[in-house]
């Protein structure tokens, strides 16, 4: 039988000087290791309270990390980050990590600036959280956190950097072959009960129920205030969405001043629909976002609402890859209208519409504006000015020209891509220059009007007719 090998007291010429020698450079050397990704080290028990500092305190904010030891951990943080930060520590099971987000200390009556604190509860230790900032850290958690628009009262993300962020988390989540669930929330005339309470509890009961949703979602980032009384978050697939619903339905029970509060609706569906990347995923989810908060609610029953948002995304998904594969395969038709000159009372030149074929072609117009909500209008857009280019070579070799007028999407002109793409298409048809004419129609809104001009100018340069906005939404395609 083999004996076990000798503990470092029983080595010969190690002693326990030695022995405690050998595990301080061993302390020291897992200190170093965490002080290579972080500025401050933190270790908090199940009440709350510090047990270990180390660090930059003094600098950052203001006291020696041993001054630190018993003190409650949320009054070293930021009071505007509290609810937020209390939220993280009430999520945080054993054995769960926390990725980075920011966080900001305080440091006498101001703030630092927000660091990137991430996060371990060790599971043989429960009760015990560690955790670690950094400040101007490599990663970009800190800066990419400011760059988002937020809703100023709950501190959620607004609906448009909720796409931006939900489509980074679900790519981010296919590449680990993660799944997440998408959930939406509902109040019930939450705004006319926050009209009845004091500003400042008003203002807590928004604050908390904004924490409470950004801690649980992805990345600490993915949640939404969607409208006055929509949010949405994206999450892992394990995360106790019943129990979020209760808790939200509790402080806002808590806040009410007659103690009734309002009633909270939840449905979840999967992030990640079947058969389609994250960018496609993504689109699905979000054009249901947005018809969710259009219709107010009114396109989904609150008491069945993880039914029916799954079978609106049920819906949204057919219908995108319908549309993709007329796209792809080219399957609509062009009607030529005529338009007349108020001049000549003669005919000026011809307007391309399209007409789709089978269900799909009931409403054109219903089509695109979808195509442009989804984000796939840019490829139809190039279909159609394929189309058009092989009708006008056609019509030109039987003897008889005519000039068309493309209509293209703002949202088309925004994409970088499709820009490059159509002046590809463009370059080996400049004898069609006079021939060919463009409207940008604004079924999507233009947002960022240099980026059109600059598109009109270029088409301008190229050559073509003519090209100019419409200022108001246009009759089916």
Same mark, same amino acid.
Not at 7 to 22: C, K, L, R
Not at 106 to 112: F, I, P, V
Not at 291 to 314: V, Y
Not at 447 to 462: K, M, P, S, T, Y
């Given at each position: 039988?083999?004996?076990?090998?000798?503990?470092?007291?029983?080595?010969?010429? !190690?002693? !326990?000087?030695?022995?405690?020698?050998?595990?301080?450079?061993?302390?020291?050397?897992?200190?170093?290791?965490?002080?290579?990704?972080?500025?401050?080290?933190?270790?908090?028990?199940?009440?709350?309270?510090?047990?270990?500092? /180390?660090? =930059?305190?003094?600098?950052?904010?203001?006291?020696?990390?041993?001054?630190?030891?018993?003190?409650?951990?949320?009054?070293?943080?930021?009071?505007?980050?509290? &609810?937020?930060?209390?939220?993280?520590?009430?999520?945080?099971?054993?054995?769960?990590?926390?990725? &980075?987000?920011?966080?900001?200390?305080?440091?006498?009556?101001?703030?630092? #600036?927000?660091?990137?604190?991430?996060?371990?509860? +060790? #599971?043989?230790?429960?009760?015990?959280?560690?955790? %670690?900032?950094?400040?101007?850290?490599?990663?970009?958690?800190?800066?990419?956190?400011?760059?988002?628009?937020?809703?100023?009262?709950?501190?959620?993300?607004?609906?448009?950097?909720?796409? $931006?962020?939900?489509?980074?988390?679900?790519?981010?989540?296919?590449?680990?072959?993660?799944?997440?669930? +998408?959930?939406? *929330?509902?109040?019930?005339?939450?705004?006319?009960?926050?009209?009845?309470?004091?500003?400042?509890?008003?203002?807590?009961?928004?604050?908390?129920?904004?924490?409470?949703?950004?801690?649980?979602?992805?990345?600490?980032? /993915? /949640? %939404?205030?969607?409208?006055?009384?929509?949010?949405?978050?994206?999450?892992?697939?394990?995360?106790?969405?019943? @129990?979020?619903?209760?808790?939200?339905?509790?402080?806002?029970?808590?806040?009410? &001043?007659?103690?009734?509060?309002?009633?909270?609706?939840? @449905?979840?569906?999967?992030?990640?629909?079947?058969?389609?990347?994250?960018?496609?995923?993504?689109?699905?989810?979000?054009?249901?976002?947005?018809?969710?908060?259009?219709?107010?609610? %009114? /396109?989904?029953?609150?008491?069945?609402?993880? $039914?029916?948002?799954?079978?609106?995304?049920?819906?949204?998904?057919?219908?995108?890859?319908?549309?993709?594969?007329?796209?792809?395969?080219?399957?609509?038709?062009?009607?030529?209208?005529?338009?007349?000159?108020?001049?000549?009372?003669?005919?000026?030149?011809?307007?391309?519409?399209?007409?789709?074929?089978?269900?799909?072609?009931?409403?054109?117009?219903?089509?695109?504006?979808? =195509?442009?909500?989804?984000?796939?209008?840019?490829?139809?857009?190039?279909?159609?000015?394929?189309?058009?280019?092989?009708?006008?070579?056609?019509?030109?070799?039987?003897?008889?020209?005519?000039?068309?007028?493309?209509?293209?999407?703002?949202?088309?002109?925004?994409?970088?891509?499709?820009?490059? %793409?159509?002046?590809?298409? *463009?370059? &080996?048809?400049?004898?069609?220059?006079?021939?060919?004419?463009?409207?940008?129609?604004?079924?999507?809104?233009?947002?960022?009007?240099?980026?059109?001009?600059?598109?009109?100018?270029?088409?301008?340069?190229?050559?073509?007719?003519?090209?100019?906005?419409?200022?108001? #939404?246009?009759? #089916?395609?």
């Amino acid at each position: 039988m083999t004996s076990a090998a000798p503990s470092p007291i029983q080595q010969p010429g !190690v002693g !326990v000087s030695g022995y405690v020698e050998s595990l301080r450079r061993e302390r020291d050397r897992f200190v170093a290791l965490a002080f290579c990704a972080a500025d401050l080290l933190l270790e908090i028990n199940a009440e709350g309270r510090i047990t270990f500092a /180390a660090g =930059a305190t003094q600098s950052l904010v203001g006291k020696p990390p041993e001054s630190l030891s018993g003190a409650l951990f949320l009054d070293l943080v930021a009071r505007q980050d509290r &609810p937020l930060m209390a939220e993280f520590l009430r999520g945080m099971t054993p054995g769960s990590r926390l990725d &980075p987000v920011p966080i900001r200390l305080a440091a006498g009556d101001k703030a630092t #600036p927000p660091m990137s604190l991430t996060g371990y509860h +060790l #599971p043989d230790l429960p009760g015990c959280f560690f955790f %670690a900032l950094r400040l101007g850290a490599a990663v970009s958690v800190v800066d990419r956190a400011a760059t988002l628009d937020r809703d100023l009262a709950s501190g959620l993300l607004n609906r448009e950097s909720f796409a $931006e962020v939900a489509s980074e988390q679900m790519r981010e989540a296919e590449n680990r072959g993660e799944s997440l669930k +998408l959930t939406m *929330l509902r109040t019930q005339n939450l705004p006319q009960l926050r009209s009845s309470m004091d500003k400042e509890a008003s203002e807590s009961l928004m604050r908390t129920l904004g924490a409470c949703l950004q801690a649980n979602s992805a990345s600490g980032q /993915a /949640a %939404a205030r969607l409208d006055e009384d929509s949010y949405g978050l994206v999450h892992r697939a394990t995360l106790d969405i019943d @129990g979020i619903r209760d808790r939200i339905q509790d402080m806002i029970r808590s806040a009410d &001043p007659k103690g009734v509060g309002v009633k909270v609706s939840a @449905g979840t569906v999967d992030a990640d629909v079947d058969g389609m990347n994250a960018e496609d995923s993504t689109r699905v989810l979000l054009y249901t976002i947005n018809r969710f908060c259009e219709t107010g609610g %009114a /396109a989904i029953n609150m008491e069945s609402m993880s $039914e029916n948002l799954k079978k609106m995304t049920q819906e949204t998904t057919r219908t995108l890859n319908s549309f993709r594969d007329v796209v792809r395969n080219e399957q609509f038709e062009v009607a030529f209208q005529p338009i007349v000159s108020l001049a000549t009372h003669e005919i000026h030149h011809y307007e391309a519409l399209t007409r789709f074929n089978g269900d799909i072609g009931k409403s054109p117009y219903k089509m695109i504006t979808f =195509a442009e909500n989804t984000g796939i209008i840019a490829d139809f857009d190039l279909a159609m000015c394929r189309k058009v280019l092989d009708w006008i070579h056609k019509t030109n070799r039987s003897g008889q020209e005519y000039t068309v007028a493309v209509n293209l999407s703002g949202r088309s002109i925004a994409n970088t891509a499709f820009i490059s %793409a159509l002046h590809e298409l *463009l370059a &080996p048809n400049k004898d069609l220059r006079a021939q060919l004419m463009f409207e940008i129609t604004e079924s999507a809104k233009i947002h960022d009007l240099e980026a059109a001009n600059a598109f009109i100018q270029g088409l301008r340069r190229w050559g073509t007719a003519s090209a100019w906005t419409i200022s108001a #939404p246009v009759p #089916p395609r």
